[in-house]
């Protein structure tokens, strides 16, 4: 069974802090999604990346920035946070290929930045 | 461009009547649709794919490229179908509608 884990369920930061959410996946699978959830507009990405040491830009890049130093973890970093930046992250593997595989999610980050 | 539009932000129906939850999209190749679902305080989750054909818990969706659709149907609603339910399309990344709330009702 796939597993999916986020560091943490709810995060509070402030203002112009630098924010680590980390995802860890155990099914050593190549890709991997950083999403946002915010209601009404569904999922957004952010950023994904398909193999170690790599990264592309998603839909809503901007603020963000990604780490992925080892096959099973994926790191998200808002380098000064804004409250535009609340939200539900998160984030999702699957297998290699760039197919249109099965994503699976982890249990979300809360984030709020006041 | 690519997109996946969910008319409906909420969808209530009452128990054992006939569930349709709409999902177009707009997209130049070959369409690869799927449907997940959120349920309440759980992980969101690959319900069914179109490539599949397959019925999950019920649910049915299929392709109709002329309506550029995928609408999920289910001809008897269960409480337990109460859920947030999300369409998306693969376009070298998954694109998502904005989701729908559906709300079975006893």
């Known amino acids: 069974d796939v597993k999916v884990t986020q560091s943490s369920r709810y995060l509070v930061k402030r203002t112009g802090e630098k924010v680590f959410l980390e995802c860890v996946q155990d099914?050593?699978?190549?890709?991997m999604f950083w999403y946002r959830q915010d209601p009404g507009l569904g999922l957004r990405l952010i950023y994904f990346?398909?193999?170690?040491?790599?990264?592309e830009k998603g839909d809503i890049p901007e603020g963000y920035s990604v780490s992925r130093e080892k096959k099973e973890r994926f790191s998200l970093i808002l380098e000064s946070a804004s409250t535009n930046q609340t939200s539900m992250y998160l984030c999702?593997?699957?297998?290699?290929?760039?197919?249109?595989?099965?994503?699976?999610f982890g249990p979300g980050t809360r984030l709020t930045v006041t | 461009a690519q997109r996946v539009t969910q008319p409906e932000k909420l969808l209530s129906v009452f128990k054992g009547a006939p569930v349709e939850l709409k999902c177009n999209y707009s997209y130049s190749g070959s369409p690869e649709l799927f449907w997940y679902v959120q349920y309440s305080r759980q992980r969101l989750q690959l319900l069914l794919r179109h490539i599949s054909r397959e019925s999950i818990k019920g649910f049915t969706a299929d392709l109709n490229k002329g309506e550029t659709s995928f609408h999920l149907k289910k001809p008897f609603a269960q409480e337990e179908d109460s859920a947030m339910y999300y369409c998306?399309?693969?376009?070298?990344?998954?694109?998502f509608g904005q989701g729908t709330r559906l709300t079975i009702n006893p």
């Open positions: 999702a593997s699957s297998l290699g290929d760039r197919g249109p595989y099965e994503q699976y």
């Open positions: 990346s398909y193999d170690v040491k790599m990264k």
């Open positions: 998306a399309l693969w376009a070298q990344k998954l694109v």
């Open positions: 099914m050593d699978h190549e890709n």
